[in-house]
């Protein structure tokens, strides 16, 4: 859990987290449309009580579409927790940026029509 959030907040958090995965496992877009919303105002919501927590933060690029908004998510938690000396915290966020590294290196180049 991370430092700084009630826990009964994150525990939602990871709730709604798990709601999402099952919505991806049932293969139903409409409702993992749903849950992924819900699951974007939930950590809106967490943002204005904490403020910019780099948790917060690199939680929403989990969850936003288009890479090149995760990698800006990712890149301002991380830089939060550069600040903040909070290296768990740093770890992580550098994990989710590696990922989206592999992920765009796995995409297809586009082509000129």
């Known amino acids: 859990m991370p430092e700084g959030i009630d826990k ?5 958090v ?8 099952n919505a991806s496992l049932l293969e139903d877009d409409v409702l ?6 819900a699951m974007l105002d939930l950590l809106g919501n ?19 579409d288009d ?15 550069k600040a903040q000396g909070k290296q768990y915290e740093i770890e992580e966020i550098e994990d ?3 990922d989206l590294e592999k992920e765009d290196s796995q995409q297809p180049p586009e082509c000129d029509k």
């Open 96 to 98: 989710s940026l590696k």
């Open 46 to 64: 967490l943002q204005k009580k904490y403020g910019d927590h780099p948790s917060i933060l690199a939680t929403i690029g989990d969850y936003l």
């Open 67 to 81: 890479p090149a908004d995760r990698r800006r998510q990712y890149t301002k938690a991380l830089s939060i927790a």
């Open 14 to 21: 990871h709730q709604m987290a798990c709601d999402v995965a």
């Open 32 to 37: 993992r449309a749903s849950r992924n919303t």
């Open 8 to 12: 009964s907040d994150w525990d939602t």
